[in-house]
């Protein structure tokens, strides 16, 4: 009885290693079957959640994205008024019943381009660093008119002054504005796409550099009330600012028809942005007349600089249209190629610090970029 129970023992051991071995496969496999549906499930879950929207490309793409815009934009800065008219000081208390006019200078549309790339590194969640320069032609925009006993020429003398004379008059003037604008755009950001893939937006922060410099030069011709003699009276106001500071902002996109073989690359874009940009400004006023002296060729008023660090509030914004599509090798994956064309502009907040303060007490400007942007970018 011993021996048979010993046998038994040795029969059950056999029989359950057997069984485990057999089922271990099975469990091995149930588990990765079970892996697999969750992998499903979470894939699911992150495409109705957040996910990279970026073009997908083959295995053997760099991730890297170059790009170039033309853009014709306009720059128009405040507190430029050169002269208006219709200000009457007769002493009576009357006033003209016709509205009178204010001039500028001729603020004109500027050609000029955007150069960009921009690197995904799939190996950091598909965060991507974009870096972009801006640049915009330096071309004078001059406006000139003829004036009258009414017409006061406003970096000169002040209509609202008391001290004003009928005498103070510009018989003719002109008005001068030139620009240079650079503008060095750095960025940390990662695209991800919400509702499906209809929707996606890209959080970004980085550095904005700017070295931009403008030349206002407002002239008139007329008689002052100090004296008797018919002059010109000019000044030359150059600003240069440059500095750098942090920016931040969004990237958004809606996609028409996400899931449409035609128009799936489709989407409505935009652009908003803050940027606080620290750095130094100076003016140089430069002021004179001529003749001022009978036989003199010309007399300098005056010639100051100030100077101040200081910053620059910057307000972006645009919105346009997009259009993108893959292609290149068997799958049509090697390249992805986006044209786009938008409404861009900028305003910088406290900006023209052109200094009329020698002659009136004005305050800072904000200044104004503006136009379209049309362009496109090549992924690989």
């Not at 002054?161 to 002109?174: P, Q």
């Not at 980085?206 to 403008?214: A, D, K, L, P, S």
């Not at 001022?292 to 914004?317: C, E, H, K, Q, W």
Request: hydrophobic share 35%.
């Amino acid at each position: 009885m011993e021996l048979n129970f010993r046998k038994l023992w040795t029969v059950l051991g056999v029989a359950c290693l057997s069984a485990n071995l057999a089922a271990a496969p099975a469990s091995s496999s149930n588990s990765s079957s079970s892996s697999s549906q969750m992998s499903k499930g979470d894939q699911s879950m992150m495409a109705s959640g957040l996910m990279y929207a970026g073009p997908t490309l083959g295995e053997d793409a760099t991730g890297i994205s170059l790009g170039a815009d033309y853009i014709l934009w306009q720059v128009t800065q405040e507190g430029l008024e050169t002269v208006g008219n219709n200000y009457w000081t007769d002493g009576v208390g009357t006033a003209s019943v016709v509205r009178g006019t204010t001039s500028y200078p001729k603020f004109k549309l500027l050609s000029g381009f955007k150069v960009h790339g921009q690197v995904v590194i799939s190996e950091c969640d598909d965060v991507d660093l974009f870096l972009q320069y801006i640049w915009l032609q330096r071309t004078t925009g001059t406006n000139t008119g003829t004036g009258g006993a009414n017409t006061y020429p406003f970096f000169w003398v002040d209509p609202n002054d008391f001290a004003v004379n009928t005498a103070d008059n510009a018989s003719a003037w002109s008005s001068s504005f030139r620009t240079s604008y650079n503008v060095l755009d750095l960025e940390m950001g990662r695209l991800t796409s919400l509702a499906k893939d209809a929707f996606s937006i890209r959080p970004f922060w980085g550095i904005r550099g700017v070295w931009n410099t403008h030349t206002w030069i407002p002239s008139w011709s007329g008689i002052l009330a100090q004296s008797p003699l018919a002059t010109t009276n000019t000044l030359n106001i150059y600003q240069n600012t440059s500095g750098a500071g942090v920016r931040a902002g969004f990237n958004l996109g809606w996609q028409f028809y996400p899931n449409s073989e035609y128009f799936g690359g489709l989407k409505i874009i935009g652009l908003t942005a803050v940027s606080g940009v620290y750095g130094r400004t100076y003016v140089d006023c430069l002021s004179y007349t001529s003749p001022y002296n009978p036989g003199s060729s010309g007399t300098t008023f005056g010639y100051t600089r100030a100077s101040m660090n200081r910053i620059v509030p910057i307000v972006d914004l645009s919105i346009g249209l997009s259009w993108n599509m893959s292609f290149g090798g068997e799958r049509d994956n090697d390249y992805n190629v986006e044209i786009h064309a938008l409404w861009d502009t900028q305003s910088w907040i406290g900006y023209g610090r052109q200094c009329t303060a020698a002659w009136l007490n004005r305050a800072c400007y904000n200044m104004t970029v503006q136009g379209f942007t049309i362009g496109a970018q090549v992924a690989f």
